[in-house]
């Protein structure tokens, strides 16, 4: 039966933990120059609806690495839904290629193509989620830390694709988890209900007062409040978002050894300032690195197990 990673709350611990075990395996080879060619003659079709920096470049090169060939479909290439409905999309991509990769807008689309494709579709995130992002991110919290049970990860910003994906990874790792947002931008009411169900007894917590979310944390982390597909909102986000920057202030509410985190692209001035992004405290290039590793990780695990 073809696996797929749509969504972090869809794998239990043991599955996630697995991904993470092969992409530290993959990443000490890759750093000692071992080649592992698992995926050759494997082609891996990659559909990006928005730009994509890391993502694409971590599935691109990560693909080439285990020996196969990764194919990079754009919106206007292949108009997902337009051109032709996501239902055909996705079986004329499984009698071609062994897996799909899909950055997209909406969230249907990706399940609706796990749904109709016969190969394994991975989630390179939508408007909803970003459960690549997460895992790689936990990845790098162990490698600091040497553990994850315990630790507490404060979201500072929107309560978005990325803190979602956050929220859940940590609930499945025994994380403690605190996001601060602006009223009406925490993580929803259905999200919530979702997330008790699937992280029952998750320590899970959310505030208006930023320096309240990091006073135990051992990981601060923040997102752009500007996602994409949400430029319109531009100013008013902003405006909105202001008192919920991670600068020097905040992190003296934090404990002194706290990491600092950021998905990237980091917009400076907004979201969180230039000399704490270029701290010593901070290791988002460090995650950024990992993307690599966990989605090869991912696909040799999808893939060939
Ligand atoms: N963090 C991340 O997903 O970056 P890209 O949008 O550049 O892929
Ligand atoms: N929340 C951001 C993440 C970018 C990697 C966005 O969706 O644009």
Redesign the pocket.
Known sequence: MKRDFISVADCDRPALQRYLTVAEELKLAYLAGRPDHSLSGQSVAMIFE?????????FEAGVTQLGGHAIYLTKADIGLGQREPVKDVARVLSGMVQCIVA?TFSHEAVTDLAHWASVPVIN??TDYS?P??AMADLMTVQEIFGRLDGLTMAFIGDGNN?ARSLAVACGRFSMPFRLAAPPGHELDAAFIERFARDCPGADFAQTADAAEAVRDAHVIYTDTWVS?GQEAEKAQRLATFKDYQVNAGLLKAAPADAVVMH???AYRGNEITDDVIESKQSVVFRQ?EN?LHFQKGLLKALLCE
Not at 50 to 58: D, G, M, Q, V, Y
């Open positions: 928005k730009p994509s920096l890391r993502t694409r470049l971590s950055r390179a995130l970003h690549c992002q990325v994409m998905c990237l692209p950024a993307r």
